[in-house]
């Protein structure tokens, strides 16, 4: 992976799921690593939620002001300009196209250290508007334009959570593909569980590409 990680998707992709485990080993392997926390409209599901467990492991959490509190509003925290310093960032940022502006804003300092940077757009087949290749395009166009930043790859992300078996991935492999001849976009990786890619790699042996193996985090407080 690039020094810069942005990771852009509907509500659903698991886009946060895969900014925490992105985080976590970057922060393993290289040190000096930088979660943004860019979800300035949805107060679910934020990678803040997880600030101490980042913490421990060594990751610096940056998050709007009025992350995880009753206020919503747009605000973006100054410390976010620090992720463009010298270590490894990460920007979890919002799932639809309001939440892909607070990236938008951010385009000049993109723009600098666009050789850096690695913008992946996740999709989860098993969610609405991702479960076609038309859909998928059409969402990505809107999420890209809002963003001000081009999509590098796909993560094909299908999952439900901790019940994904790893047959969501195969079943919606074939999507992804026309998605990708779709939009010229190719599949960076496929992600998943250890044992959700042990089922993929079973069932869809034409695939040659990257993998991002992940533990499940994101689980609600009622699970």
Request: overall charge negative; proline content about 4%.
């Amino acid at each position: 992976m690039k020094r810069i990680t942005v990771l852009v998707g509907n509500y659903g992709s698991g886009k946060t799921e895969l900014s925490l485990n992105i985080a976590m080993a970057l922060q393993k392997k290289h040190g000096d690593v930088t979660l943004v926390d860019l979800d300035i409209v949805n107060p679910y599901f934020r990678s803040s939620e997880h600030t101490s467990l980042l913490e421990e492991k060594g990751v610096k959490v940056v998050a709007p002001v009025y992350a995880n509190t009753a206020v919503d509003l747009p605000t973006l925290p100054p410390d976010v300009f620090s992720a463009f310093g010298t270590g490894h960032a990460v920007f979890d940022c919002g799932g639809d196209p309001v939440g892909a502006t607070a990236l938008g804003g951010l385009k000049a300092r993109f723009d600098a250290v666009r050789s850096d940077v690695q913008v992946l757009y996740v999709v989860n087949t098993m969610r609405p508007f991702q479960d076609s290749a038309q859909g998928i395009a059409d969402s990505l166009a809107k999420i890209q334009d809002r963003a001000r930043l081009k999509a590098d790859g796909f993560v094909f992300n299908a999952n439900l959570g901790p019940e994904t078996t790893g047959e969501e991935l195969a079943s919606g492999f074939d999507t992804m593909l026309a998605a990708a001849k779709m939009t010229g976009i190719p599949i960076a990786y496929v992600s998943g569980t250890s044992e959700a890619l042990g089922v993929f790699r079973t069932r869809c042996t034409q695939y040659t590409g990257a993998y991002l193996t992940i533990d499940i985090y994101m689980r609600p407080y009622w699970m």
